[in-house]
Each structure stands twice: as structure tokens, then as C-alpha cells.
């Protein structure tokens, strides 16, 4: 699910991204809790004939209730933006192996659609939660996680950069219309947990439009109604133990 690139001296430390540790003793498991915030703007629903573009941003948290890290092994996270599109096929974009090669200097300026932050929990080989700049393109999957070649399919690609030197690299697919999904996090190997986990994720997406076929497309389009006056989102994370975490949020909205 999420590749990294790590300083030597840290790179055992900070081996795997985002997953949440596998618990040892069941008396010792530390549930975490989700919380997902999500705004659009503006609040108004578009029509067939006239689409309305939106920007989004993004605010996804996991904390426990005792202040220590999860130990609970995320497979995939996913995202549902009930009722909006995307439009990823009308932009330009960026192709993940690129991305890994050389880092967001690799990506066209107009491949890039949002900008954020993160916070990382790698206690307790790190003592300190280490905060990551973050960096989202419109790109291609063109690699698996061993970065071996597959055929292209489109997707966000998250660019992490923490204030230690360490990168790491998310794709999040696009599924139907309305839905994302990060790509399986390898399974745990002999029960070890992973390094570090990725606790906070807050992305702006401003509007962007461009024009194809004769009319504007938005990357991000609110949807065609507002039901009960309200809009919402869904955050679901998905263990490798069965466990499922899952969070909503809602805004309120008009209709045109």
C-alpha cells in the first residue's frame, strides 16, 4: 500500500508506512479510534447541465484512548465521497515510477492537486510523533509495491516527506465513481509489527477546472443533489485481523 525511503540510520526504524502494530497479547490491544472530517466547497450541488466544481480538504485522525499506538495491522483504507466525482482522465498526470525515481520534481507542475501535512507515530523506537509535508498528484500506478512494471491505472499519489528525511509514497485508487481506496499494505511477516504508522492525514484540494469536449470539467464535482439538506463522507479501515474502523462525517449543503 505505501512504499518508503528512508535515511540509513533509520530505515529499520521506519520500514513500513500507515499500518497500525499488530497486537502481541489480546489483553494488550490498543483500539484506536477514527475521526474524518471533510469539507466541500462551495456547499452547492450541481446539475447535468451545469457541473459544479469543488474543492475539498481533507482532515483524517486516529488516536487511542490511553495516548499509545494502535496494534491493530491496517490492510486498506477507504473513502467515500458520497455522490461527488472525480474526473482524473481530463487532467494531467504523473506516473508513480517517476514519482519514486525522483521524487515530486518528476511530476508536470499541473499533475499537482493538493497539499497537506501528516503526523507519524514510530514510538517506541522513535520517542516523538516526526510531522510530514505532503504532497498530492493526478497520476498512473505503473509499478507494484517491489516496483516491478503493471499495466497503468489511474490514482491520487501521496508524496510524504518528514522532518527526519524520511519519504514515503501512497497511491489510493479510484473506484466507481465516488470512491477511493489505498493499494493492500503487504501482510505482516512472523507477527512483527510494522515501524511506524501514519496517525494524521489533513489534504486541501482546491478547485480545478479544465476545459474538454466543449465544456468545463472540475477534478473534484459536487454532487447532482443534496439530500436532506446534508452531504456524506465515509472513512473505512480494514485490518488484516478482521477488524473494521470506520468514521462519517456530513456537511450541510443546497441545492442550485
Same mark, same amino acid.
Given at each position: 500500500m505505501f512504499r518508503s525511503i528512508v535515511a540509513a540510520a533509520v530505515v529499520t526504524a521506519l520500514a513500513g508506512v500507515t499500518a497500525l502494530a499488530l497486537a502481541v497479547e489480546p489483553t494488550s490491544l490498543e483500539i484506536p479510534n477514527l475521526i474524518v472530517r471533510v469539507s466541500a466547497s462551495p456547499p452547492v450541488a450541481g446539475t447535468a447541465a451545469k457541473p459544479q466544481p469543488v474543492a475539498l480538504e481533507f482532515d483524517s485522525l486516529e488516536y487511542t484512548d490511553s495516548g499509545q499506538r494502535s496494534q491493530l495491522y491496517t490492510? $486498506?483504507?477507504a473513502y467515500r465521497f458520497n455522490g461527488f466525482s472525480f474526473h482524473p482522465g481530463a487532467f494531467a498526470k504523473c506516473r508513480e515510477s517517476k514519482l519514486e525515481k525522483s521524487g515530486p520534481k518528476a511530476c508536470a507542475k499541473a499533475s499537482r492537486i493538493g497539499t497537506g501535512s501528516a503526523v507519524v507515530d514510530a514510538r517506541p523506537t522513535l520517542p516523538d510523533k516526526i510531522k510530514a509535508d505532503v504532497v498530492a498528484f493526478n497520476g498512473m500506478l505503473d509499478v507494484n509495491s517491489a516496483g516491478e512494471p503493471i499495466t497503468p491505472v489511474p490514482a491520487v499519489l501521496i508524496f510524504a516527506r518528514g522532518?527526519?528525511?524520511?519519504k514515503a509514497y501512497v497511491p489510493v485508487l479510484f473506484k466507481g465513481g465516488d470512491r477511493l481506496v489505498t493499494t493492500d499494505r503487504p501482510p505482516p511477516q512472523d507477527g512483527q509489527p510494522p515501524a511506524f504508522s501514519i496517525v494524521r492525514l489533513?489534504?486541501?484540494v482546491p478547485v480545478k477546472t479544465k476545459?474538454?469536449?466543449?465544456? $468545463?470539467?472540475?477534478?473534484?464535482?459536487?454532487?447532482?443533489?443534496?439530500?436532506r439538506g446534508k452531504w456524506k463522507f465515509t472513512q473505512l479501515n480494514s485490518t488484516y485481523s478482521g477488524e473494521k474502523l470506520t468514521a462519517t462525517d456530513t456537511q450541510p449543503c443546497v441545492s442550485p
Open positions: 490492510r $486498506t483504507l522532518s527526519n528525511g524520511a489533513h489534504l486541501k476545459s474538454a469536449n466543449g465544456r $468545463t470539467v472540475g477534478y473534484v464535482e459536487a454532487p447532482l443533489s443534496c439530500p
